[in-house]
């Protein structure tokens, strides 16, 4: 395996757009909003976006790793296990990994720096914010990934839509705009549905380490109805962002791409081998970012009309 193609899978860099997807949707908001777009801010903005994402999903694996949550997951019967493998199946040393991820914590931490001084000190806030989120879901003390009371879910809604798109938009306007959060809420809790279905994959190894996921508190059955209901809730809030201005009426666009979803909803059972959920976590990812890349385009043609 090649080093790019070996940091692409050690990253699971597979899923960085669902990250992408919220600073791009605020950039554009700024564009059409305020007239404002700065296109070197947002390429670095991109840039530590995504290196504080790859460094989530690494200190994800890593402490999983550390807990025996992963090696839990290999050897339970019915479970899936989602990590990169590169620690579990000794591909890389625990030190060579560990550089990797406060590697991508540096890059994220300089293209902060570098906004903070471009833009003003807030997108600190917002980037210690998503850090503390990122490095605190599985790594003692705290561990509130572990704790199954819906902290992990809020975590990863802020985390993965609302502060980068507040913070993408403060780095092009250095101001908070309502209209920023209110268009954060659909990919946010798309992005949280994509951790919530990943969940059912390997419930029963987290079950078995101690790891109290929302799935292993409620039970499948449960958990299931409670992940539909967040897709309505996704869609519901693009309404939302709609009737309040945020978005231009034909984002209701957005809606098709629940469709794919509820084929899938409807075809689960009450309870389900693992592997049946593999296309819902599938649907999961491509529904967050299509949304998304929807509620782009929309404020895109609104730009482009209110110039004609």
């Known amino acids: 395996m090649s080093k790019v193609a070996s940091f692409l899978k050690v990253t699971r860099a597979n899923v960085v757009f669902v990250m992408i997807v919220p600073v791009a949707l605020a950039a554009v908001g700024a564009l059409t909003w305020n007239h404002t777009f700065h296109p070197l801010l947002f390429l670095l903005t991109v840039v530590g976006a995504a290196a504080i994402h790859l460094?989530?999903?690494m200190i994800n694996?890593?402490?999983?790793?550390?807990?025996?949550?992963?090696?839990?997951?290999?050897?339970?019967?019915?479970?899936i296990s989602t990590n990169s493998g590169f620690l579990t199946q000794g591909i890389w040393s625990e030190k060579r990994f560990?550089?990797?991820?406060?590697?991508?914590?540096?890059?994220?931490?300089?293209c902060g720096l570098i906004l903070a001084y471009a833009s003003g000190y807030m997108i600190l806030?917002?980037?210690?914010?998503?850090?503390?989120?990122?490095?605190?879901?599985?790594?003692?003390?705290?561990?509130?990934?572990?704790?199954g009371k819906g902290y992990s879910e809020v975590a990863i809604l802020l985390a993965f839509g609302v502060l980068p798109v507040l913070g993408s938009y403060y780095v092009q306007t250095s101001q908070y705009d309502n209209r920023a959060l209110l268009v954060s809420l659909p990919v946010g809790i798309l992005t949280t549905l994509v951790?919530?279905?990943?969940?059912?994959?390997?419930?029963?190894?987290?079950?078995?380490a101690g790891k109290n996921t929302l799935v292993v508190v409620f039970g499948e059955n449960r958990a299931l109805r409670f992940s539909a209901f967040m897709v309505i809730l996704a869609y519901l809030s693009l309404i939302l962002a709609?009737?309040?201005?945020?978005?231009?009426?034909?984002a209701l666009f957005a809606l098709l791409t629940a469709f794919p979803l509820i084929r899938l909803y409807r075809s689960l059972q009450p309870t389900n081998p693992s592997e049946a959920y593999l296309p819902l976590?599938?649907?999961?990812?491509?529904?967050?970012?299509?949304?998304?890349?929807?509620?782009?385009?929309?404020?895109?043609?609104?730009?482009?009309v209110e110039r004609m």
């Open 55 to 57: 460094f989530s999903n």
């Open 61 to 79: 694996d890593l402490w999983d790793y550390r807990n025996e949550v992963d090696t839990t997951a290999q050897e339970t019967e019915g479970s």
């Open 98 to 110: 560990a550089a990797v991820t406060w590697i991508l914590f540096a890059v994220a931490l300089v």
């Open 125 to 147: 806030v917002y980037g210690v914010l998503g850090a503390l989120i990122a490095y605190y879901y599985v790594a003692p003390p705290i561990r509130f990934g572990y704790r």
């Open 195 to 208: 951790l919530f279905n990943h969940h059912f994959l390997h419930w029963r190894a987290d079950k078995a």
């Open 242 to 250: 709609i009737f309040y201005g945020a978005l231009p009426v034909y």
């Open 281 to 304: 976590m599938g649907a999961s990812v491509n529904a967050a970012v299509s949304c998304g890349a929807v509620m782009i385009l929309a404020l895109l043609v609104q730009w482009w």
